[in-house]
């Protein structure tokens, strides 16, 4: 007997489970054809971006070694092609190289190209904050302690990888500028920092050393 209701109950599922295909097996095909399009398209787009990031590796290398050949213009036309149409982290990259480049003839030129990648929202947080320290220590002799502030000040918050050689070119340019108040906080800020390198720290503890006594308190 029971080998009859089971049998019942097996036929009732069948028929219930083919109307339910009569009536959805359009959108079940359609969704199943959405995904594997989806998966065949992520694939397909990680292995063009795994292409172009190669291409632009070669091409990188091959910028650095004209570079290094002193072949400047070629090496400039290279870098500017990179960053153009390079995959994304390269053109940072190359940007950075570029401007380094031109740092040696002209470090006022160099501090604007750095300047254009710090400004840049396209560039990696990292990137930009490394620019920005490039352009500080080219400037730190003609630039005044507000302008070396507005420039670094983003670099130097918390978490921020390059914040302790932010934090001591803002220390060195107030010193240079007789801010011995604003001296202070950035070296202070140094000291706290648990992160901060030992030989940085004790330049910092050097510099605090030659503060007038009345920024001590």
């Given at each position: 007997m029971s080998e009859i209701f089971n049998e019942i109950d097996e036929d009732l599922r069948r028929e219930q489970f083919k109307k339910l295909w009569e009536r959805y097996s359009i959108f079940i095909i359609a969704a199943a054809i959405l995904i594997?399009?989806?998966?065949?398209?992520?694939?397909?787009?990680?292995?063009?971006?795994?292409?172009k990031a190669a291409e632009?590796?070669?091409?990188?290398e091959a910028a650095i070694g004209l570079s290094e050949q002193g072949k400047k213009t070629e090496a400039e036309a290279a870098f500017a092609k990179i960053a153009a149409d390079g995959s994304r982290g390269y053109r940072g990259l190359a940007r950075l190289r570029a401007a380094a480049d031109a740092a040696a003839a002209d470090p006022k030129a160099a501090a604007k190209l750095y300047d254009g990648i710090a400004a840049d929202p396209s560039i990696a947080v990292t990137e930009q904050d490394l620019a920005r320290i490039r352009a500080a220590s080219l400037m730190m002799e003609a630039e005044p302690y507000?302008?070396?502030r507005q420039r670094l000040e983003p670099a130097s918050g918390e978490g921020r990888t390059f914040r302790h050689t932010?934090?001591?070119l803002l220390a060195l340019s107030a010193y240079r500028a007789n801010d011995a108040t604003a001296a202070r906080q950035w070296l202070d800020m140094i000291g706290n920092d648990a992160r901060t390198p030992a030989s940085m720290r004790s330049r910092a503890e050097a510099l605090q050393a030659l503060l007038p006594p009345a920024a001590k308190s």
């Open positions: 594997v399009a989806g998966v065949g398209g992520w694939r397909g787009y990680q292995y063009l971006e795994a292409k632009a590796g070669s091409a990188f507000a302008e070396m932010a934090r001591e």
